[in-house]
Nanobody, 131 residues
């Protein structure tokens, strides 16, 4: 069973940076596309960033483009989300999740910001951006 532990969240001032980690256990991440999602109180879960299993393609929500960068290190079974120029509206619980890719094409290119496309979820890490 694939399981995740997210870490790296915390309190940061506007304009600051954080790097979130999504460490997997139970299975190798090699054949999974990974997404980062966030959910603020009273709001729906939204997709932030995603990366294909191959690492070849990535995707970002418009609200974070140019500020966030997703990457993966399959040797460490970990996916990262580098968050720069943080804003108060980035405050939320951040989750990572996995989508198994059943074909070579999906392995190379599949990524999605739709949380309904993902199955395995971590417990989340809180990010608070405030002065």
């Amino acid at each position: 069973q694939l399981q995740f532990v997210e870490s790296g969240g915390g309190l940061v001032q506007p304009g600051g940076s954080l790097r979130l980690s999504c460490a997997a256990s139970g299975r190798t991440l090699d054949y999974y596309a990974i997404g980062w999602f966030r959910q603020a109180p009273g709001k729906e879960r939204e997709g932030v960033s995603c990366i294909s299993a191959s690492g070849r393609t990535t995707g970002y929500a418009d609200s974070v483009k140019g500020r966030f960068t997703i990457s993966r290190d399959n040797a460490k079974n970990t996916v990262y989300l580098q968050m720069n120029s943080l804003k108060p509206e980035d405050t939320a619980v951040y989750y990572c999740a996995a989508h198994r890719t059943p074909s070579p094409h999906e392995y190379s290119y599949y990524r999605s910001l739709n949380h309904r496309d993902y199955t395995n979820w971590g417990q989340g890490t809180q990010v608070t951006v405030s002065s």
